[in-house]
């Protein structure tokens, strides 16, 4: 073994030549006259390099010993030494000469060497510079060559270029025909539509004046006025409804009939008649300017609007549901499509509300606590009570009727518990009315009994800050929770330890079980992903929600398939959980460090801002539909840190139109969307 690896480098290393038979010498000859002809500059190399930096010597400067060296590098050596590099003898920068003879010599040795990776031209110039003769002959079949060899370069530069040209003009035709595709597509759409809403909107006027003229003819005879009631209820409810439905759901009508004697039901309507004129005037110039008002929204936001039509209208027409979905879900009118009509739900809804009103406001904080920032607003089952918890380690429960019907400087909490920590979230159980789960800071997961203000069961497991707590809406049993130890547990009401673990690579902020399943949970990390997990196998996610720059604070489910998350890159975004795809991107809040809360509802999605504001989305529309911002009424002018106070929580009132939203002061307001 040592005579192979000593045969395999010696030769290289030190250049041996073996002699070689005949044979051999016959085989290889050309290759051995090419290693004699590479070893003599390769040697002549070696004396022509400065023994400090071993490169061809640069300015050559010869000390009193005799050796020469680059100028720049004998300097720099004596400096730190006053000895010659290469026998030792004492030297200093006095006893240094030009030597101008071996800068000669490199100078032609430079010139006379051309590189063996030099191209033709390289080699032909350096020639020339050499003084090679060329004869004025031999010089034109050259310029001969080379025009040729131009032209043809030339050309071929052209073609390419061409083909280029080509082929972009070739994809731009392809692009811009498949948009006039779309947009004729488009074109047909709405065409189809403006066909259908006009033949509806026909029919409603003429529903309206076969239902004014019947109501003339009854009022105008008095024998008729027992059985007038009921035909037209029942001959015209139907229209009269949809009519209400395409003003956007406008009241309950004009007109309430009880089953009281008819003698009051004509003088209640005589007055009517007399009075039309004006009535029905006034009522035009309202309904006129409400109209307007909606208008108006329309146009803010029309390329978002835009949007939602051609995608819902495209979306029906690529992927057609299958009818019995059609006949259950969509309304049947004639000409009208399924993404017309869901368009036009989302119009309605969309411009029914432009403000948020503020119908009650309590203060969450006391004389004792400085601290009164609101974490975490909750509902209960029945919609009848919220708690609500923060930094003053308390968890109160007050009586919404009692909030907004009563009026008062301070509001009395129906439930006070206090525990040892700061609180960073709530949940009601669905189910079980009186209880609640809290999580907090020392990350403690807590149920509480609110009849008794005991806790039922305590779980110690988290070793960091438990940022978030759920109870599943179809297992009431079972609830989760997220912490800063970068660990999900599940736990079970009927026993004392965590039933579930997933170990995670980041700090948990959030998680949610979906309404729809005891199995399915979406988690939100500080490492900007959603995880979604299927509990019954936790070894990998069943999903991986990316978009958000940063952490992903808050996860709500809108249904079982839909998905909101918020985070401090100040978004939000909607995700289906079901197809595995990013819908929609919420923009117009701020929020870059704080818990500012998230909620949602069917239609709506709302946050809070660290600008002391609640934004309010419709799902459907990227931009705010309406905000509020916490007036100054509550904040002292002389405070100084009245420009940092943010939201730090908000809760729809179930599907309604109604909100409970908190601040940083520790002020909480009910809100109700307005038009």
Same mark, same amino acid.
């Given at each position: 073994?040592?005579?192979?690896?000593?045969?395999?480098?010696?030769?290289?290393?030190?250049?041996?030549?073996?002699?070689?038979?005949?044979?051999?010498?016959?085989?290889?000859?050309?290759?051995?006259?090419?290693?004699?002809?590479?070893?003599?500059?390769?040697? =002549? +190399? &070696?004396? $022509?390099?400065?023994?400090?930096?071993?490169? /061809?010597? #640069?300015? !050559?400067?010869?000390?009193?010993?005799? %050796?020469?060296?680059?100028?720049?590098?004998?300097?720099?050596?004596?400096?730190?030494?006053?000895?010659?590099?290469?026998?030792?003898?004492?030297?200093?920068?006095?006893?240094?000469?030009?030597?101008?003879? =071996? +800068? &000669?010599? $490199?100078?032609?040795?430079?010139?006379?060497? /051309?590189? #063996?990776? !030099?191209?033709?031209?390289?080699?032909? %110039?350096?020639?020339?510079?050499?003084?090679?003769?060329?004869?004025?002959?031999?010089?034109?079949?050259?310029?001969?060559?080379?025009?040729?060899?131009?032209?043809?370069?030339?050309?071929?530069?052209?073609?390419?270029?061409?083909?280029?040209?080509?082929?972009?003009?070739?994809?731009?035709? #392809?692009?811009?025909?498949?948009?006039?595709?779309?947009?004729?597509?488009?074109?047909?759409?709405?065409?189809?539509?403006?066909?259908?809403?006009?033949?509806?909107?026909?029919?409603?006027?003429?529903?309206?004046?076969?239902?004014?003229?019947?109501?003339?003819?009854?009022?105008?005879?008095?024998?008729?006025?027992?059985?007038?009631?009921?035909?037209?209820?029942?001959?015209?409810?139907?229209?009269?409804?949809?009519?209400?439905?395409?003003?956007?759901?406008?009241?309950?009508?004009?007109?309430?009939?009880?089953?009281?004697?008819?003698?009051?039901?004509?003088?209640?309507?005589?007055?009517?008649?007399?009075?039309?004129?004006?009535?029905?005037?006034?009522?035009?110039?309202?309904?006129?300017?409400?109209?307007?008002?909606?208008?108006?929204?329309?146009?803010?936001?029309?390329?978002?609007?835009?949007?939602?039509?051609?995608?819902?209208?495209?979306?029906?027409?690529?992927?057609?549901?299958?009818?019995?979905?059609?006949?259950?879900?969509?309304?049947?009118?004639?000409?009208?499509?399924?993404?017309?009509?869901?368009?036009?739900?989302?119009?309605?809804?969309?411009?029914?509300?432009?403000?948020?009103?503020?119908?009650?406001?309590?203060?969450?904080?006391?004389?004792?606590?400085?601290?009164?920032?609101?974490?975490?607003?909750?509902?209960?089952?029945?919609?009848?009570?919220?708690?609500?918890?923060?930094?003053?380690?308390?968890?109160?429960?007050?009586?919404?009727?009692?909030?907004?019907?009563?009026?008062?400087?301070?509001?009395?909490?129906?439930?006070?518990?206090?525990?040892?920590?700061?609180?960073?979230?709530?949940?009601?159980?669905?189910?079980?009315?009186?209880?609640?789960?809290?999580?907090?800071?020392?990350?403690?997961?807590?149920?509480?009994?609110?009849?008794?203000?005991?806790?039922?069961?305590?779980?110690?497991?988290?070793?960091?800050?438990?940022?978030?707590?759920?109870?599943?809406?179809?297992?009431?049993?079972?609830?989760?929770?997220?912490?800063?130890?970068?660990?999900?547990?599940?736990?079970?009401?009927?026993?004392?330890?965590?039933?579930?673990?997933?170990?995670?690579?980041?700090?948990?902020?959030?998680?949610?079980?979906?309404?729809?399943?005891?199995?399915?949970?979406?988690?939100?990390?500080?490492?900007?992903?959603?995880?979604?997990?299927?509990?019954?196998?936790?070894?990998?996610?069943?999903?991986?929600?990316?978009?958000?720059?940063?952490?992903?604070?808050?996860?709500?489910?809108?249904?079982?398939?839909?998905?909101?998350?918020?985070?401090?890159?100040?978004?939000?975004?909607?995700?289906?959980?079901?197809?595995?795809?990013?819908?929609?991107?919420?923009?117009?809040?701020?929020?870059?460090?704080?818990?500012?809360?998230?909620?949602?509802?069917?239609?709506?999605?709302?946050?809070?801002?660290?600008?002391?504001?609640?934004?309010?989305?419709?799902?459907?529309?990227?931009?705010?539909?309406?905000?509020?911002?916490?007036?100054?009424?509550?904040?002292?002018?002389?405070?100084?840190?009245?420009?940092?106070?943010?939201?730090?929580?908000?809760?729809?009132?179930?599907?309604?139109?109604?909100?409970?939203?908190?601040?940083?002061?520790?002020?909480?307001?009910?809100?109700?969307?307005?038009?």
């Amino acid at each position: 073994m040592g005579e192979v690896s000593t045969g395999a480098v010696v030769p290289a290393v030190k250049g041996e030549v073996k002699p070689l038979s005949a044979a051999g010498q016959a085989e290889t000859g050309g290759a051995t006259a090419a290693e004699t002809v590479e070893v003599g500059p390769a040697e =002549l +190399d &070696k004396d $022509l390099l400065c023994p400090i930096c071993m490169e /061809i010597i #640069k300015d !050559a400067f010869l000390t009193a010993c005799g %050796h020469s060296f680059c100028y720049m590098c004998i300097i720099t050596h004596l400096q730190n030494k006053n000895d010659c590099p290469c026998c030792g003898h004492y030297l200093t920068n006095n006893q240094l000469y030009p030597n101008f003879l =071996l +800068d &000669k010599l $490199l100078k032609k040795t430079s010139v006379r060497q /051309i590189p #063996k990776n !030099a191209s033709p031209v390289e080699q032909f %110039h350096q020639a020339l510079q050499q003084g090679c003769e060329v004869s004025v002959k031999e010089l034109d079949t050259l310029l001969k060559l080379l025009a040729e060899k131009k032209r043809k370069l030339e050309q071929e530069e052209s073609e390419r270029n061409m083909h280029i040209l080509l082929d972009f003009l070739h994809c731009l035709r #392809k692009q811009k025909v498949d948009e006039l595709n779309e947009i004729q597509t488009d074109l047909q759409f709405i065409k189809e539509d403006v066909n259908a809403v006009e033949r509806h909107r026909i029919d409603l006027f003429r529903a309206r004046d076969r239902y004014l003229m019947k109501l003339r003819m009854h009022a105008d005879d008095p024998t008729a006025t027992k059985s007038w009631p009921s035909s037209i209820a029942k001959n015209n409810g139907g229209l009269i409804s949809s009519s209400r439905n395409a003003q956007g759901g406008m009241g309950m009508g004009n007109f309430q009939y009880k089953k009281a004697d008819g003698k009051a039901q004509v003088s209640t309507l005589a007055p009517q008649r007399k009075e039309s004129s004006g009535g029905l005037g006034s009522e035009h110039m309202s309904q006129s300017g409400l109209a307007v008002v909606r208008k108006k929204r329309v146009h803010a936001q029309f390329n978002d609007l835009q949007e939602c039509y051609l995608q819902k209208r495209r979306q029906w027409a690529n992927h057609p549901r299958n009818q019995e979905e059609r006949e259950t879900n969509v309304i049947h009118r004639e000409g009208y499509t399924a993404g017309l009509t869901e368009f036009q739900s989302v119009l309605t809804t969309f411009t029914r509300y432009s403000r948020l009103r503020v119908i009650a406001e309590l203060r969450h904080g006391d004389l004792f606590h400085t601290a009164n920032i609101v974490s975490s607003i909750e509902f209960d089952r029945d919609d009848e009570l919220f708690a609500t918890a923060g930094v003053s380690r308390r968890i109160k429960v007050f009586d919404f009727s009692s909030v907004v019907n009563e009026p008062a400087d301070v509001h009395c909490p129906v439930v006070e518990m206090s525990t040892r920590s700061k609180l960073s979230c709530l949940s009601w159980n669905k189910f079980t009315k009186n209880h609640i789960a809290s999580s907090d800071y020392e990350g403690i997961v807590t149920v509480w009994d609110v009849t008794t203000r005991q806790s039922v069961m305590e779980y110690e497991e988290h070793e960091k800050r438990a940022w978030s707590v759920d109870f599943s809406r179809t297992e009431p049993s079972m609830l989760v929770s997220g912490s800063d130890d970068c660990k999900v547990k599940v736990w079970c009401t009927k026993q004392e330890a965590s039933v579930i673990n997933i170990d995670m690579k980041a700090n948990i902020c959030c998680v949610k079980y979906n309404p729809g399943s005891s199995f399915h949970v979406a988690i939100g990390s500080a490492d900007h992903h959603i995880h979604y997990y299927d509990l019954r196998n936790t070894r990998d996610p069943l999903h991986v929600f990316s978009g958000h720059r940063k952490a992903v604070s808050y996860v709500k489910f809108l249904s079982s398939d839909e998905l909101a998350s918020a985070s401090t890159d100040s978004t939000l975004r909607l995700w289906d959980v079901k197809e595995n795809f990013p819908i929609r991107t919420f923009r117009g809040h701020t929020n870059e460090k704080n818990f500012v809360g998230l909620t949602v509802n069917s239609g709506y999605v709302a946050c809070g801002s660290e600008t002391n504001e609640v934004f309010v989305y419709h799902k459907a529309i990227s931009r705010p539909v309406t905000w509020h911002k916490f007036g100054s009424a509550e904040v002292d002018v002389s405070d100084e840190d009245a420009g940092s106070y943010f939201i730090s929580a908000v809760c729809w009132k179930s599907d309604s139109p109604t909100m409970l939203a908190a601040n940083s002061q520790g002020t909480i307001k009910v809100l109700v969307l307005a038009s």
